[in-house]
C-alpha cells in the first residue's frame, strides 16, 4: 500500500527522524493558514507546495512550487489543488490532485552549501536481506542515475539478525562526503530511517533528497514509502492512511470481495486458482497473440458467489474482449466450479457480451466439461492447455 509524501513524513517523525515539517490543506484558504501557522513555528516566511498524489517526480510536473508570500502560497495552491498533474511516474492523463502540502522552505542560505542526497530503505529478495541504497546524486532522476553514472550509488546490506550496525551508519555518512555536525546527523538519520522502515512493515522507504542544510542539518525533504499490505492486519494506524482516490477503482472493489486482482492493459480477462497457474495462464494467452487484461487468482473456493463476482469484476474492464477460465481442480470439483459458472453466467443475464473460454482440470473434470458443453450458453469448454490457447486464438482472430 502506497502512501502519500505527508503520511510517510509522519511515520518518519514518529521514529525521530528530522523532517522538512508541512501542514497538509485541501484548498486555498487551508494553505494560508497553514502557512501562517509553520511561519508562527519555524520563523520561515518561504513556503513550498507539495501537490499529494501517489507518483514521484511531481517537481518536474509543475507539483512543487516555491511562494514566498501568503499571496503566492494561495495562489500557487488554487493553481495545484484540482489540477491532472502529469510525471513521468503518472499515465498520460495524470493524476487528479485532492490536496497539498504546505511544507517550510529548508533551501534557505547559510554558513554552508546545501547538498541533495538519495536514500532508500529496500528488501532485497536475491540475498533475503534489508538494503540502504544511497548516492550523493540526490534530488534528480535516480533511475537515470542508475543508468549514466551506476557507480555513484552505493547500498549497504543489513543483516536481519544484527539490525543497522553503528559501523554501517558511520560508513554511509562517510561515502557521502560528510564530517563534523553533519556527519553526526546522518548517521542519526540513517539509523532512525531503519527503524522507521522495519518497525512500521515497509517494502520501501524513498527518501530523494535527504537534504543537508546550510546549517548542516540532514532531513527527509520527500517520502515515497510503501506498507506491506500482508502486515496491514497488524498496523491499523497505517491501513487507515490508505487513499483509495489514488488506487485502481476495479483494483479496491477486487480487494472488498477477497479477490486478487491486478489490473493490466490487454484484451483477455483470466479467472484463475492460484498465483502460479495464473502466471501460467497469462504466458498463454501472449502466446495465443493476446494480452492478458489481469491477473486474477480467485483462490481455493471457487464457487458460483465467487465466480460471479470474478466474471463481474473482470467485465468492468472495457478492454476485456474474452475471457479465459483455467482451474485445477484439486481440493475443490470441478464439477463444482463448472456449475459455478454456468449458474454466474444465467445470473447475470446479458451483461456477458464476450466469448468464455473454461479449461477445467483436476478432480471430476469430465463431468464438468459435460456440464459446460451441456449448458447451452456461449461458454466454450477445452481439455488441453494448447486448446485452450488455440480457441482463444480462434475468438480473437
Ligand atoms: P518529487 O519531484 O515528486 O520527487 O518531489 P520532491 O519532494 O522531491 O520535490 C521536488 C524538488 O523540489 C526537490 O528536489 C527540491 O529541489 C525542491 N524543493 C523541495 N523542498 C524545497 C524547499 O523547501 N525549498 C526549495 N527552494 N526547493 C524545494
Ligand atoms: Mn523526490
Avoid at 559501523?167 to 556527519?183: H, M, V, Y
Avoid at 488506487?247 to 498465483?275: H, P, Q, S, T
Wanted: charged share 25%.
Amino acid at each position: 500500500m502506497n502512501l502519500h509524501e505527508y503520511q510517510g513524513k509522519e511515520i518518519l517523525a514518529s521514529f525521530g527522524v528530522r523532517i522538512q515539517r508541512g501542514i497538509v490543506a485541501q484548498n486555498a484558504k487551508e494553505a494560508v493558514e497553514a502557512a501562517k501557522q509553520l511561519t508562527a513555528e519555524t520563523g520561515t516566511g518561504w513556503h513550498v507546495i507539495k501537490a499529494q498524489v501517489h507518483a514521484g517526480g511531481r517537481g518536474k510536473g509543475g507539483g512543487v512550487k516555491l511562494a514566498k508570500n501568503l499571496k503566492e502560497v494561495e495562489e500557487i495552491a488554487n493553481q495545484i489543488i484540482g489540477m491532472n498533474l502529469i510525471t513521468p511516474q503518472t499515465s498520460a492523463e495524470g493524476k487528479k490532485v485532492h490536496q497539498v502540502l504546505v511544507a517550510e522552505d529548508v533551501y534557505y542560505p547559510g554558513e554552508s552549501e546545501t547538498s541533495e542526497f538519495y536514500m532508500s530503505v529496500v528488501l532485497n529478495r536475491a540475498t533475503g536481506k534489508n538494503m540502504i541504497m544511497y548516492s550523493t546524486e540526490g534530488g534528480m532522476d535516480i533511475e537515470e542515475v542508475a543508468e549514466s553514472t551506476p557507480h555513484l550509488i552505493f547500498t549497504e546490506e543489513i543483516d536481519p539478525a544484527t539490525g543497522l550496525l553503528g559501523f554501517q551508519a558511520r560508513k554511509i555518512a562517510f561515502n557521502l562526503g560528510l564530517s563534523g555536525t553533519a556527519f553526526k546527523e546522518m548517521t542519526k538519520f540513517v539509523a532512525s530511517l531503519y527503524k522507521a522502515y522495519v518497525e512500521s512493515d515497509s517494502n520501501m522507504f524513498e527518501i530523494n533528497p535527504v537534504l543537508k542544510t546550510s546549517d548542516d542539518l540532514i532531513m527527509a525533504v520527500d517520502a515515497k514509502v510503501s506498507i506491506d499490505d500482508n502486515a496491514l492486519y497488524r498496523r491499523k494506524k497505517y491501513a487507515d492512511m490508505r487513499d483509495l482516490r489514488e488506487e485502481n477503482a476495479i483494483e479496491v472493489e477486487a480487494r472488498e470481495v477477497g479477490l486478487n486482482y491486478v489490473d493490466l492493459d490487454g484484451n483477455v480477462g483470466c479467472m484463475v486458482n492460484g498465483a502460479g497457474l495464473a502466471m501460467a495462464t497469462m504466458d498463454l494467452i501472449k502466446m495465443a497473440g493476446g494480452e492478458p487484461a489481469n491477473f486474477l487468482d480467485v483462490g481455493g473456493t471457487a464457487d458460483a458467489k465467487r465466480v460471479e463476482e470474478a466474471f463481474r469484476i473482470i467485465l468492468k474492464d472495457p478492454n476485456v474482449k474474452a475471457i479465459l477460465v483455467n482451474i485445477f481442480g484439486g481440493i475443490v470439483r470441478c464439477d463444482r466450479v463448472a456449475q459455478g459458472i454456468v449458474d454466474a453466467y444465467k445470473n447475470m443475464g446479458d451483461s456477458i457480451k464476450v466469448p468464455i473460454i473454461v479449461r477445467l482440470q483436476g478432480t471430476n473434470a469430465e463431468i464438468a466439461k459435460e456440464i459446460i458443453d451441456n449448458s447451452g450458453l456461449a461458454v466454450q469448454s477445452a481439455v488441453q492447455f494448447q486448446e485452450a490457447a488455440d480457441k482463444v486464438k480462434a475468438v480473437l482472430a
